[in-house]
């Protein structure tokens, strides 16, 4: 406890110094979000990565998340807490591969989720995130859509469209891990919860969701719903928010393996770290987020 307090005052003094702001996804760890000036999902965190007149950005979640941060605003340093967060959905889509089926389906646009590498990004039309992904997809001006990398949500969106969408086979391990036999137990044990869940879930489980949503929708919906007990099916990390928003109600993860280690990478003592070497710094090529930054920039856009 004393360590953490010395922490936090050391952090509070460089964040001054070097006129930063922390910015956190839902899914890290208790003591990254305590001390994030922001927190938010993938398109919450994007859209004030791109706002902000801070000169520093500290980004806590993973790699992709930083780099478009750092595509969105590329006179800023962003720098993040440790460089080995990646998103093991966001390496299953590579360009040779998106280039590939391109070539199979020449009058389709792409809609790549934010799960993506800057490279991907570059060779993609409009990009999206859990919030925005059935608007984009409608937003998209072609009845054929390729749809990278996560074949959970392609599945999810496409059930509000009537376009054509050609989906990658990718899919995140931590949300694809959770099964039908999970959720009905829980719901056994909990016969008067309501069920939310992440689109990154596999269909079946989707299914089962009383509310369908990105982690931001999910906190939304059940702090204005009048149940006072959800099974949650979502990254652990989101009890946070949860429980700061919904004080008076009951949360019950679905399983105790809704964690994605790569989230939790990242403490306070690699925050503070960082602010104090102003490393890792996030790089990407001029040329590939000029390219990368049309798909983000069109997705902000899109209402
Ligand atoms: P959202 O932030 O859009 O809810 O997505 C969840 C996720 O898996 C981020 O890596
Ligand atoms: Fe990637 Fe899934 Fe982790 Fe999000 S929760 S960073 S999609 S592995």
């Not at 959905?89 to 993506?116: Q, S, W």
């Not at 997809?137 to 996560?150: A, F, G, L, M, T």
């Not at 979502?234 to 679905?254: C, I, M, N, V, W």
């Not at 964690?259 to 090529?285: F, R």
């Amino acid at each position: 406890a004393e360590q953490n307090r010395e922490l936090k005052e050391r952090l509070l003094q460089l964040k001054k110094e070097r006129n930063a702001i922390i910015l956190a996804h839902y899914y890290q760890r208790d003591e990254v979000q305590e001390v994030a000036d922001f927190r938010g999902d993938s398109f919450l965190l994007a859209q004030k990565a791109a706002q902000t007149d801070a000169d520093v950005i500290v980004f806590c979640g993973v790699h992709f998340m930083g780099e478009s941060a750092k595509i969105l605003a590329p006179n800023k340093t962003v720098i993040i807490p440790d460089e080995r967060a990646g998103c093991p959905m966001a390496d299953m889509v590579n360009v040779e591969g998106l280039r590939a089926l391109k070539r199979k389906h020449p009058k389709a646009k792409v809609v790549a989720y934010i799960n993506t590498s800057a490279d991907v990004k570059s060779e993609t039309d409009i990009c999206c995130t859990s919030a925005n992904a059935i608007n984009v997809i409608n937003s998209v001006d072609s009845d054929e859509i390729i749809w990278v990398p996560d074949k959970n949500l392609g599945d999810y969106v496409s059930k509000f469209t009537s376009k054509k969408v050609i989906i990658w086979e990718g899919y995140c391990n931590t949300h694809d891990m959770l099964t039908v036999k999970d959720v009905e137990e829980m719901k056994a044990q909990y016969p008067n919860a309501q069920f939310v869940v992440h689109p990154e879930c596999r269909p079946e489980v989707v299914k089962l969701g009383d509310f369908v949503g990105s982690t931001t929708a999910i906190i939304k919906y059940c702090k204005e719903s009048d149940c006072k007990e959800f099974i949650v099916g979502t990254e652990d990390g989101t009890g946070y928010q949860l429980r700061l928003d919904s004080p008076d109600k009951q949360f019950h993860f679905a399983t105790k393996y809704l964690v994605c280690p790569n989230m939790k990478v990242n403490n306070l003592k690699k925050i503070v770290k960082c602010l104090e070497t102003m490393q890792p710094e996030i790089y990407v090529p001029e040329d590939v987020a000029d390219k990368a930054r049309l798909s983000l920039e069109r997705m902000l856009q899109v209402k």
